[in-house]
Nanobody, 121 residues
Framework: QVQLVESGGGLVQAGDSLRLSCAASGRTFLIRTMAWFRQAPGKERESVAAISWSGGSTRYADSVKGRFTISRDNAKNTVYLQMNSLKPEDTAVYYC??????????????WGQGTQVTVSS
């Protein structure tokens, strides 16, 4: 089907920036939306940002608006999450996801393995 591989996580200080990447492979023609989710220890997984694969429409969680930017490179089948002004509460495992629907509200079809982002105060 579709395979997703994230990269770019790490340990940074509050106020720093970090860029996550997610490369898609396999049946990428199925993808209509790609997104980033995160899950902090003891908390449920939450949506961070999503982008439509063709038109570039985006949506963000209120907690990251103005700080995070999702973008895509269709030629490379890659989606990025630029994270600026990072806060300790951004600490989480970040997951890339892809779906066959346009900006779906139902659970995504395909998931990456996750990459850890840790923000120290």
């Amino acid at each position: 089907q579709v395979q997703l591989v994230e990269s770019g996580g790490g340990l940074v200080q509050a106020g720093d920036s970090l860029r996550l990447s997610c490369a898609a492979s396999g049946r990428t023609f199925l993808i209509r939306t790609m997104a980033w989710f995160r899950q902090a220890p003891g908390k449920e997984r939450e949506s961070v940002a999503a982008i439509s694969w063709s038109g570039g429409s985006t949506r963000y969680a209120d907690s990251v608006k103005g700080r995070f930017t999702i973008s895509r490179d269709n030629a490379k089948n890659t989606v990025y999450l630029q994270m600026n002004s990072l806060k300790p509460e951004d600490t989480a495992v970040y997951y890339c996801a892809a779906d066959r629907l346009l900006l779906p509200t139902t659970p995504y079809d395909y998931w990456g393995q996750g990459t850890q982002v840790t923000v120290s105060s």
